[in-house]
């Protein structure tokens, strides 16, 4: 029976970007020793500010959203104004209104008001 052999194929022919850009930027020279606690702090703070631009992105993403949907109620709101301003307009008319009381009985004077003269020594 035949037994299994391992062939070794040469990597170096068939590198990728990856794995060129490794082998210049010798990242595992750094770990060689272990975890560097020296570049600590720096990590952290370049973690925390990542942190705090996501943050401050997500929350610029919510105005955005929210202005837009307040500027879209305000030119529906803006639209119903209009409409009711104009229909206010319409039913104040002296015709509209002369035709809403003669409903009810009421009519129209044809004599034009008359002034009151009220002398200094009458009241």
């Known amino acids: 029976m035949a037994t299994n052999t391992y062939r070794v194929d040469n990597q170096s022919e068939k590198r990728s970007v990856f794995g060129k850009l490794?082998?210049?930027?010798?990242?595992?020279?750094?770990?060689?020793?272990?975890?560097?606690?020296?570049?600590?702090?720096?990590?952290?703070?370049?973690?925390?500010?990542?942190?705090?631009y996501i943050g401050n992105s997500h929350y610029a993403e919510k105005n955005v959203r929210k202005i837009d949907k307040l500027k879209k109620e305000v030119e529906d709101l803006r639209a119903d104004y209009t409409t009711l301003k104009a229909d206010y307009m319409y039913a104040s008319k002296q015709s509209e209104?002369?035709?809403?009381?003669?409903?009810?009985g009421i009519t129209e004077s044809l004599r034009p008001p008359e002034k009151i003269k009220v002398t200094a020594g009458e009241h």
Do not use: N, Q
């Open 22 to 52: 490794e082998k210049l930027v010798r990242i595992d020279a750094v770990f060689e020793h272990g975890l560097p606690v020296k570049y600590l702090p720096y990590i952290l703070f370049i973690t925390v500010i990542g942190i705090f």
């Open 97 to 104: 209104v002369a035709k809403k009381i003669a409903k009810k």
